[in-house]
């Protein structure tokens, strides 16, 4: 607990209408067709969603997003801080998202990918997920296939 002092820490924790600016930031340099800040918003008021933020000290450096209906939930969005990554703020928020799918009674985890993604395809196989499916041509800019993979979440939750 706690660290030593002056050590960098990495905290995960529900994110706020206040990080949004940052999580928009992060979001444009991660993507080639980022999400619109109204669909953060709109997500955010939404019961159903789980929207985490990654913190390294009081810097923002990564964000998830998910949401359920009945047991399964889609894991939406996971983007890190371009200068941060490879340091595993990304295995962390992942781990942290699966456990709150699993407080939501989540048994099923679904998320999209795009195909050439393989750091993403790898960080994700790591935490549990395998591939279930491929969905053509679901993304654009540039058009490509969709990866579709699926974790049985109380396989990874103790
Ligand atoms: C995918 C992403 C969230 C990973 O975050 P991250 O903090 O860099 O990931 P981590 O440091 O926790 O790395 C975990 C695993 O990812 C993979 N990985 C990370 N960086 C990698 C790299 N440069 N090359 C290959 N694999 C890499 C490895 O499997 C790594 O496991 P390891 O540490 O045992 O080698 C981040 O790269 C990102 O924001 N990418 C752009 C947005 C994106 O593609 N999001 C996913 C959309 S579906």
């Known amino acids: 607990m706690g660290g030593s002092p002056g050590k960098a820490r990495l905290t995960v924790r529900p994110m706020r209408l206040?990080?949004?600016?940052?999580?928009?930031?992060?979001?444009?340099?991660?993507?080639?067709?980022?999400w619109e800040e109204s669909t953060f918003r709109g997500l955010m008021r939404r019961p159903s969603a789980a929207l985490l933020v990654a913190e390294i000290d009081d810097e923002l450096t990564g964000y998830s997003v998910m949401w359920f209906?009945?047991?399964?939930?889609?894991?939406?969005?996971?983007?890190?801080?371009?200068?941060?990554?490879?340091?595993?703020?990304?295995?962390?928020?992942?781990?942290?998202?699966?456990?709150?799918?699993?407080?939501?009674?989540?048994?099923?985890l679904y998320l999209e990918v795009r195909e050439s993604n393989?750091?993403?395809r790898g960080l994700y196989e790591k935490v549990g997920f395998n591939v279930v499916g491929v969905?053509?041509?679901?993304?654009?800019?540039?058009?490509?296939?969709?990866?579709?993979m699926k974790l049985e979440v109380q396989a990874v939750v103790r």
């Not at 890190?80 to 998202?97: A, D, Q």
């Not at 969905?135 to 579709?148: C, G, I, S, W």
């Open 18 to 34: 206040g990080d949004l600016d940052e999580v928009m930031l992060i979001e444009r340099r991660s993507f080639s067709a980022p």
């Open 135 to 148: 969905r053509k041509q679901y993304y654009t800019e540039p058009v490509e296939d969709a990866t579709v």
């Open 69 to 108: 209906v009945a047991d399964e939930g889609e894991l939406g969005n996971v983007a890190v801080l371009p200068e941060r990554r490879g340091e595993g703020i990304g295995r962390t928020l992942l781990r942290e998202s699966i456990a709150v799918a699993a407080s939501r009674g989540t048994r099923s």
């Open 118 to 120: 393989e750091v993403a």
